[in-house]
């Protein structure tokens, strides 16, 4: 994997193959922070990155200035390999290990971006929840945005916070925003 813009641009990051993880491909990657430049300005923003796996989302955001990062992870080496290439990389990242629902269920964090990558083989349900606590326990900033990356087969658009997917190849990133009390009615 790659850094693809900001401080560490074309950075190459490797991974230990032992990691059970699947990281955001490159093209996505860019694709995704392209649509993100358009929102945001990445240096006055806090981001939440569940089910961070490498930490290849956390990395992307820090190298485009963002100083306030949360990396979630349930795996004991993801969390160390998010640390060990932070500290390595002076960017900081604050990393959890922890199960991304009970971590949801408990923090008292609110940020701008919540950034979730779970297994493509979870159950749409597993997938749902994600957004059903974040938007009961109203863990997003004003003009904040959930991004849930998943695969084509599975379908986030009926969720009533749902505003759009992109897609690209067999990767889907479906976006979520607070309903505000203008369009209830």
Do not use: W
Not at 37 to 44: E, Q, T
Not at 77 to 100: G, H, P, R
């Amino acid at each position: 994997m790659r850094i693809i813009s900001g401080k560490y641009k074309s950075k190459r990051i490797s991974a230990p193959k032992n990691l059970p993880v699947r990281p955001t491909t490159d093209m996505a990657k860019e694709s995704l922070f392209n649509i993100l430049n358009n929102l945001y300005y990445f240096d006055n923003i806090s981001v939440l990155d569940l089910f961070a796996g490498t930490g290849n989302i956390s990395y992307e955001f820090a190298s485009r200035g963002t100083e306030i990062i949360y990396a979630v992870d349930a795996h004991f080496a993801c969390i160390k390999f998010i640390n060990q290439t932070s500290k390595e990389l002076d960017m900081d990242i604050t990393s959890y290990k922890s199960d991304v629902y009970k971590f949801l269920e408990k923090t008292p964090l609110k940020t701008d971006v919540i950034f979730a990558d779970p297994p493509y083989d979870f159950e749409e349900a597993q997938f749902l929840k994600i957004a059903d606590i974040i938007f009961e326990r109203d863990l997003l900033n004003e003009d904040g945005v959930l991004i849930i990356e998943h695969s084509k087969h599975t379908d986030l658009t009926k969720h009533p916070n749902h505003s759009y997917d992109k897609r690209y190849g067999g990767n889907v990133f479906s976006f979520f925003e607070a309903i505000s009390d203008d369009e209830e009615e």
